[in-house]
């Protein structure tokens, strides 16, 4: 079974529009970290958002804003206000083990955003 | 800046012929990893240093192997690459710590003639 699932391909927005970027994810570890990364089309791999499992708020870093629902082990990435230059694959990814851990990220397949003007 | 690179940003290597493709970071984080990506994939965990322990990965072949000289220096050596081989090689850094994100390189790009 996938332990991270994105099950948008790919999304077409418009400029200025919030976009919510699905991500599930699938552990039977109680403590776990979440993050999402973008990847422009040059190819690095940019840190954008950080959720862990015991955190009681949802995580918020400028623009983006994580909405993590542990019940329904969802980590769905919101981009408020939306710019030319969001557009990039996102990659959802998971480490499980308790903070501290030296695991690498297991990441989902990825949703390649298109911001149109 | 603090930062992870990676070198070359491109790579060619012919079938067969062994390839090293290097890592260094100015973060002085105490891991380093190896990610592979294939076109239109997900970045793949090839292995990890924590310090000077290796963890290689399960599923990674043995013609995949990693040397760790120093903290701040990683290098990937594919013995005999095969057409299947060529992806983008991600090195990426992080503390141990709880929460700490992974810092990536730009990747190196390998093609396979």
């Known amino acids: 079974a996938q332990k991270i699932t994105q099950t948008q391909p790919g999304m077409f927005v418009q400029e200025k529009e919030a976009v919510t970027l699905d991500c599930t994810y699938d552990?039977?570890?109680?403590?776990?970290?979440l993050f999402w990364y973008k990847q422009p089309s040059s190819g690095e791999m940019i840190f954008l958002i950080y959720?862990?499992?015991?955190?009681?708020q949802n995580a918020t870093e400028g623009r983006y804003s994580l909405n993590f629902q542990k019940a329904r082990k969802s980590a769905n990435l919101v981009i408020s206000a939306s710019q030319l230059g969001d557009s990039a694959m996102y990659f959802c990814?998971?480490?499980?083990?308790?903070?501290?851990?030296?695991?690498?990220?297991?990441f989902g397949k990825g949703t390649h955003l298109i911001i149109q003007p | 800046d603090a930062m992870v690179i990676q070198n070359p940003r491109y790579q060619v290597t012919q079938f067969g012929k062994p390839v090293t493709l290097s890592c260094s970071q100015t973060?002085?984080?105490?891991?380093m990893y190896w990610y592979q990506q294939k076109s239109s994939q997900a970045p793949k965990l090839l292995f990890h240093?924590?310090?000077?322990?290796?963890?290689n990965e399960a599923d990674t072949p043995d013609n995949f192997q990693s040397r760790r000289p120093n903290t701040s220096f990683c290098f990937l050596d594919i013995r005999s690459p095969g057409l299947g081989d060529a992806a983008m090689y991600l090195c990426?850094?992080?503390?141990?710590?709880?929460?700490?994100?992974?810092?990536f390189g730009d990747g190196t790009r390998l093609s396979i003639l």
């Open positions: 990426a850094t992080s503390r141990v710590a709880g929460g700490q994100p992974q810092h």
């Open positions: 552990t039977s570890d109680p403590s776990y970290g």
């Open positions: 959720q862990g499992s015991y955190d009681q």
């Open positions: 990814a998971m480490r499980e083990g308790a903070g501290g851990g030296a695991d690498g990220l297991t």
């Open positions: 973060l002085n984080h105490n891991v």
């Open positions: 240093y924590y310090d000077k322990d290796f963890n």
